[in-house]
């Protein structure tokens, strides 16, 4: 049987809370419409879930250079991943 395969969201290099939401925008694919804030962020995820598991590769960098927005990140990720156990996986390293 086949792995399903994973999108890749490598926050390494981020250096800009604009950055970091183009590159979520881009990466999952959202409406041109995203509002690139956490709020319009947890609405989007919800409206237009990714196919595969996630997997976000970069925390600790991202920390660093942005500490607010990681932790909103993961929160948001968090509750995605909650709303349907088994059925949504974020993977966050």
């Not at 981020?14 to 956490?38: C, I, Q």
């Not at 947890?42 to 500490?67: A, H, K, N, Y």
């Amino acid at each position: 049987m086949n792995q399903p395969q994973e999108l890749l969201i490598d926050v390494r290099n981020v250096k800009t809370r604009e950055e970091l939401h183009e590159l979520l925008a881009t990466l999952l694919k959202f409406p041109d419409y995203y509002g690139r804030n956490w709020d319009a962020f947890d609405e989007c995820i919800r409206d237009f879930p990714p196919v595969t598991p996630v997997r976000v590769v970069g925390m600790q960098e991202l920390g660093s250079v942005l500490p607010r927005e990681a932790t909103l990140m993961r929160q948001c990720f968090s509750a995605f991943e909650a709303e349907m156990p088994g059925r949504r996986k974020v993977y966050v390293s």
